[in-house]
């Protein structure tokens, strides 16, 4: 990114996460973290759960889901200029972002343009994904987190750690604490003797908030959907927050990613009815906005609309990958992932975390183009191949099925850019040497069960002698020695178990 | 997904059905096979052993590198094309025959490597049963005739009900056991943290997640946990062993296959 001379960041950044099972690790070993995420998790999934079998057609919504946002990923480049044509009929200006460089570069100069020194800004995962707030600092203007829980991250000089829940690692009385040492520095302070009420803390942040409503004159926000067909971009939120920072500024400026488009009005209805329930378990969101170009005397009256792409069209080109732009961004994945629940969100080092971030991130920086960290590769390799995932996504993203495919990609890359085989590489590569004959595998079973009959105890293990790729295995578990005679050398010594 | 199951054609005393122990109880667990084989013969129905088979190429799959599967795959369908029914105790192994055996077979075309395989897979992957989709379905019985005086908790393994829909044919059948008490086990779905490869490169995520299973393993009250795969059971089971926990670990089969106390 250019841009000035960078400051020490107030926004800090995932970048430096350590690999996975690493980042895993810490986050595990933080008994606080594990007890706010236990408790949260269980209680969003059983309420989800309550409202989705309230519906009947509940796997239709879900087909249709897929369906439309297949179709407009078929069709994108003409969906898009429908949307740019129809945007800009009605008043709104659009621009076309190739990366998070050009897209944070348009917002500030469309901000600056209007002489602007602050933003309020509406929860969106576009403009975290760019890092907008602080290439926004960075050229002088201050951005004003207004969803409740993006404030409570922002004000904490923290990351998020959901996609819909950002402060889910947080509980109360962390909030509160926050909220009282940090108010003060950026605007309102919170009222002394600040209890960890719900009602309290909300009642501090709405009066925090309303002071950056009322001054504010842009507004940034993300986009949940657009409709080509109208020029229409939709908005759903729970608190109102979003509202008041859509209708209040002069300016808006939105952000979206290009595969977040519906053809027509009418593709919202399956939307409007799966998001909800698979993001808050509400059978309806509390705030809706939609708002098509400008409208004399009502609401902001300049519109800008930011068209990113930051990776997408290679996402695109990747027949496997590709489900993994239906993602309506509400979070179930998350919510169900056995992993995710014990390790949070930030050990996945990217704004987009739990099961569709380890198969989204990695795609939007480029795996299938060009080598990549070791974080990132990390990434695919962060699951168990439960599927729960499946089972709730309201797009029916198969996410394992794009999991095991980039994992393909991670061994290729791997074997491309070592000039030696890695140490797995090499088990792997003996192993299936080995499975490819019955005689092979016979002689290594024969090995393994001499071995196991030496080593073993009461036919377990404790560890296994000198250093290996499994020694992680043993930390906390006993392994199972080999059977000393194999099923098939038990079959040729019988007969198939007649002479047994 | 749950797919349609493979029923042969002609009746069952002709059909041929062949085990496929799956590399790893072959090597880990052959008393699981044994019961197979006594199971079925029990039921009157013989069971061969096709001594080609090796693996299904899972763990390679799993793990990237599935252009190593390609070989395993083309042995699979060459050691089992003379069967009707192939039945195994493994939903995991199962599901990635029925489900990713013709992803392998494209990839097979796209290498130019085996245009044909596909042909193949398509007809002997669908003949893959676990083994209570054989019994349930194929063979239509759900009381084997089997005595297990214990008190037994069921983990439904995520490949064997999310990847291939085994349902409660599992449950239906220990259920229909003599002397068999069946406990709950809470958050019975919740993923035991096996995963493979995972168990060992992500340890630690993996651990954490066997751990709260085992607490819900000891919490049940049972005295042997049951399941449909031994890598599952090889992972809790290791855990439990760490922890000096007198709870045993048994497939599936063997308690189907029990006539005594003996186990």
């Known amino acids: 990114m250019t841009g000035p001379a960078p400051r020490p960041p107030h926004e800090p950044t995932f970048a430096g996460t350590p690999p996975f099972p690493v980042a895993a690790r810490a986050a595990l070993a933080d008994a606080q973290l594990r007890a706010n995420l236990g408790r949260a998790t269980a209680t969003i999934r059983a309420k989800r759960a309550a409202v989705v079998a309230e519906r009947a057609d509940w796997e239709a919504l879900r087909l249709a889901g897929a369906a439309i946002k297949d179709e407009v990923l078929r069709d994108l480049p003409s969906l898009l200029e429908e949307l740019e044509q129809a945007v800009t009929a009605a008043g709104g200006t659009v621009h076309w972002a190739r990366d998070a460089a050009e897209a944070n570069a348009i917002v500030a100069d469309v901000a600056l343009s209007h002489g602007a020194r602050e933003v309020v800004k509406v929860k969106s995962m576009a403009t975290q994904e760019i890092e907008l707030n602080e290439a926004l600092r960075q050229v002088g203007i201050d951005v004003w987190e207004t969803d409740l829980a993006e404030m409570i991250v922002q004000l904490g000089h923290d990351l998020p750690s959901h996609i819909l ?217 962060a699951s168990s191949l439960c599927g729960a995932c499946v089972d709730v996504c309201p797009v029916r993203i198969d996410i394992p099925e794009v999991l095991v495919h980039l994992r393909g990609q991670v061994v290729r890359q791997s074997e491309a850019t070592h000039r030696l085989p890695t140490a797995e590489a090499v088990v792997m590569r003996a192993a299936a040497w080995t499975l490819q004959t019955p005689r092979r595998l016979g002689l290594a079973e024969r090995a393994a069960g001499l071995g196991g009959g030496i080593f073993g105890r009461k036919g377990m293990l404790r560890r296994l002698p000198g250093p290996g790729p499994v020694a992680g295995w043993f930390a906390k578990r006993d392994l199972k020695v080999p059977a000393r005679e194999s099923f098939r050398a038990w079959w040729r010594r019988t007969g198939g178990g007649e002479a047994d | 997904m749950a797919q349609d199951v493979h029923r042969p054609a002609q009746g069952l005393s002709r059909m041929r059905v062949a085990l496929f122990i799956t590399c790893y109880n072959d090597l880990m667990y052959p008393e699981v096979g044994r019961a197979v084989v006594r199971l079925l013969r029990r039921l009157g129905h013989d069971v061969e052993f096709p001594a080609d088979q090796t693996c299904c190429g899972q763990m390679h799959f799993n793990s990237g590198y599935q252009d190593a599967c390609i070989p ?28 990713y055996h013709p992803f392998v077979a494209e990839l097979a075309a796209d290498r130019g490597v085996d245009a044909g395989l596909s042909e193949r897979v398509a007809v002997v992957s669908p003949r893959v ?54 406990v709950d086990l809470p958050r019975s779905a919740a993923c035991c943290g096996f995963g493979g490869t995972f168990a060992v490169k992500n340890a630690d995520t993996s651990v954490a997640m066997g751990l709260d299973k085992v607490d819900d393993v000891l919490g049940s009250g049972a005295e042997v946990l049951t399941a449909g795969d031994t890598s599952c059971l090889m992972h809790i089971g290791g855990l439990l062993s760490r922890r000096r926990s007198r709870v045993r670990v048994m497939h599936l089969a063997e308690i189907l296959a029990a006539t005594g106390t003996v186990a």
């Open chain 2, 129 to 182: 049963l676990e083994l209570t989709e054989f019994l349930v379905d194929v063979l239509e019985v759900i009381d084997v005739g089997a005595r297990f005086p214990h008190t037994v908790a069921f983990h439904p393994t995520c490949h064997s009900t999310r990847l291939l829909g085994v349902g409660d044919r599992p449950m239906r059948l220990l259920a229909a056991v003599e002397g068999l008490t069946l």
């Open chain 1, 165 to 381: 829940v950002p402060a889910i690692h947080r509980n109360r009385t962390e909030i509160r604490d926050i909220f009282l040492d940090e108010m003060g520095r950026v605007g309102r302070p919170a009222p002394d003797g600040l209890t960890d009420e719900p009602g309290d803390l909300a009642e501090a942040a709405r009066l925090h908030l309303r002071e950056k409503f009322l001054r504010a004159r842009v507004a940034v926000s993300g986009a949940n959907f657009a409709v080509a067909q109208t020029g229409t971009v939709v908005v759903v939120e729970s608190e109102g927050n979003g509202r008041m920072c859509l209708t209040l500024p002069d300016v808006l400026i939105t952000v979206m990613g290009i595969e977040k488009l519906v053809p027509t009005w009418r593709d919202l209805e399956v939307f409007l009815q799966s998001l909800p329930r698979s993001a808050t378990a509400e059978r309806m969101n509390p705030y809706t906005s939609m708002w098509t170009g400008v409208t004399p005397g009502d609401g902001p009256q300049a519109f800008h609309l930011i068209l990113l792409d930051n990776g997408r069209t290679d996402v695109l080109s990747d027949t496997v990958g590709r489900q993994a732009l239906r993602c309506i961004r509400c979070s179930a994945c998350l919510n169900v992932c056995p992993v995710y629940e014990r390790t949070g969100g930030r050990a996945y080092g990217s704004v987009y975390p739990g099961p569709i971030g380890a198969i989204l991130t990695p795609q939007l920086r480029g795996i299938a183009k060009h080598p990549v960290d070791k974080q990132t590769a990390s990434l695919p390799f």
């Open chain 2, 72 to 99: 395993l795959v083309q042995r699979f369908v060459e050691a089992f094309a003379d069967y009707d029914v192939i039945v195994t105790p493994s939903g995991s192994c199962a599901s990635m025959v029925r489900r």
